[in-house]
């Protein structure tokens, strides 16, 4: 069973000093990883942190004597990177979200910087009894998969090094998928942000854990204690994965893994441009065939919310009537892709968090190209599209990699695997 979602620590005691520390750490993230980053940031933090400060003078709770002691430490920790920030779940041992920008490489800018012979190293500033162990993956049969692909992060030694921390890393399937579909899902949205000369792709990457349907109710509560009746409304879902390790410093193995890809112009990343492009996908972590169309595993924004329990960049979407733009791409979307062969390939956890559009209010078809970026559908003019109605959502070929081995390799002729996670 998954452990429960704690509350957010109070203002008191002695966290005060660490809800400052996270203001300032949000202030670094701008110049680290751009606009888009900073709201995603300073949404989970410093916003949460005025609204409790807010409610701290309405309330005088906050300040209880309970709170001699102090209250709970939160049960996560951020660490900013030099190419990705991630926040690290202590409860699963797992980053709860990772964020990244993929932008195009500049000229005369060269990423030769090889991940032969880098190993996976513990974050040291996550306490040991709340992190993940290199231990824990020897012999589990799952493979160490990075959530910011070390591919995209080659700029320099250290950056390419960080992205082996294990605060980087969640357990995945190997063979058919972190190492053939992941990789191809990887390689496409990294060509989303750096095939064009004037977007960069902001990229939020975790894991889930979603739930399973309970086929038989009684071998889960004993048959119930409605006089040896089953309950009119029985619970019809549990949760249910592996974990790595051994108790209680476990690491919890993923059920699914999500991506949400905002595209947006380089220039004017926080405020600006009408050519956006955002798409939400959730994929099993399991071997999935590799003919399975990437649009397969789309998924409503929101709807990835509210099974991740967090927003993703938030202020942005909701300016400029953005939010409302997606809703409306993702309606057509939906209604199209009934329509695609493997679109009801995902199994039941997945379509949890698909819409049910009803054939009598399905949006007409229509024709989207990549120069629809502003205007998709009936001359509409919109700020943002869904990432799969422009691009078709093509991953590249198997094992695409392979194309690459005569022109990667390093100075002693191994190949570097650097297209690969």
């Given at each position: 069973m998954a452990p429960r979602q704690r509350a957010p620590p109070l203002e008191g005691g002695g966290g005060g000093s660490l809800w400052w520390r996270r203001s300032a750490l949000s202030f670094l993230i701008g110049a680290t990883v751009g606009t888009l980053g900073t709201y995603a940031a300073l949404t989970l933090y410093n916003g949460g942190r005025k609204r409790r400060e807010e409610s701290s003078s309405e309330s005088p709770s906050v300040s209880s004597p309970l709170l001699r002691l102090g209250a709970p430490t939160p049960a996560e920790t951020l660490s900013i990177k030099e190419g990705y920030i991630t926040c690290v779940d202590h409860r699963t041992r797992n980053p709860k979200w990772v964020l990244e920008r993929i932008q195009r490489r500049k000229e005369g800018e060269t990423a030769n910087n090889s991940r032969d012979n880098i190993p996976f190293y513990e974050d040291q500033a996550i306490p040991r009894h709340m992190r993940s162990k290199l231990e824990d993956y020897a012999g589990s049969g799952y493979d160490r998969g990075h959530m910011a692909p070390a591919s995209n992060h080659k700029a320099t030694a250290n950056e390419l090094k960080e992205t082996f921390s294990l605060s980087n890393i969640a357990p995945q399937v190997?063979?058919?998928?972190?190492?053939?579909?992941?990789?191809?899902?990887?390689?496409?949205?990294?060509?989303?942000?750096?095939?064009?000369?004037?977007?960069?792709?902001?990229?939020?990457?975790?894991?889930?854990?979603?739930?399973?349907?309970?086929?038989?109710?009684?071998?889960?509560?004993?048959?119930?204690?409605?006089?040896?009746?089953?309950?009119?409304?029985?619970?019809?879902?549990?949760?249910?994965?592996?974990?790595?390790?051994?108790?209680?410093?476990?690491?919890?193995?993923?059920?699914?893994?999500?991506?949400?890809?905002?595209?947006?112009?380089?220039?004017?990343?926080?405020?600006?441009?009408?050519?956006?492009?955002?798409?939400?996908?959730?994929?099993?972590?399991?071997?999935?065939?590799?003919?399975?169309?990437?649009?397969?595993?789309?998924?409503?924004?929101?709807?990835?919310?509210?099974?991740?329990?967090?927003?993703?960049?938030?202020?942005?979407?909701?300016?400029?009537?953005?939010?409302?733009?997606?809703?409306?791409?993702?309606?057509?979307?939906?209604?199209?892709?009934?329509?695609?062969?493997?679109?009801?390939?995902?199994?039941?956890?997945?379509?949890?968090?698909?819409?049910?559009?009803?054939?009598?209010?399905?949006?007409?078809?229509?024709?989207?190209?990549?120069?629809?970026?502003?205007?998709?559908?009936?001359?509409?003019?919109?700020?943002?599209?869904?990432?799969?109605?422009?691009?078709?959502?093509?991953?590249?070929?198997?094992?695409?990699?392979?194309?690459?081995?005569?022109?990667?390799?390093?100075?002693?002729?191994?190949?570097?695997?650097?297209?690969?996670?």
């Open positions: 190997g063979r058919g998928f972190n190492r053939d579909y992941w990789a191809r899902f990887e390689r496409f949205v990294t060509l989303l942000g750096r095939s064009r000369t004037n977007t960069e792709a902001y990229v939020i990457t975790g894991p889930l854990y979603l739930p399973e349907p309970i086929k038989n109710f009684s071998s889960v509560s004993g048959g119930g204690n409605n006089n040896g009746k089953p309950p009119p409304n029985p619970p019809r879902w549990q949760m249910r994965y592996p974990c790595l390790g051994h108790a209680p410093w476990l690491t919890s193995v993923p059920t699914h893994f999500f991506k949400v890809v905002a595209v947006v112009p380089a220039l004017q990343a926080a405020d600006g441009g009408d050519a956006a492009l955002v798409g939400a996908f959730v994929i099993p972590n399991a071997a999935i065939p590799p003919d399975t169309p990437l649009s397969a595993f789309a998924v409503p924004l929101n709807a990835l919310e509210s099974a991740a329990g967090m927003q993703f960049f938030a202020p942005w979407l909701d300016g400029k009537n953005r939010r409302t733009s997606l809703e409306m791409a993702e309606k057509r979307w939906f209604a199209k892709r009934r329509e695609l062969p493997g679109s009801k390939d995902r199994g039941a956890p997945v379509q949890l968090l698909l819409p049910e559009v009803p054939s009598s209010k399905r949006t007409p078809k229509t024709d989207a190209t990549p120069s629809a970026l502003t205007t998709v559908g009936h001359d509409t003019p919109l700020r943002v599209a869904h990432v799969c109605e422009v691009t078709g959502c093509t991953l590249p070929r198997e094992k695409f990699w392979e194309d690459f081995k005569k022109n990667d390799t390093n100075s002693k002729g191994s190949s570097r695997k650097s297209l690969r996670s």
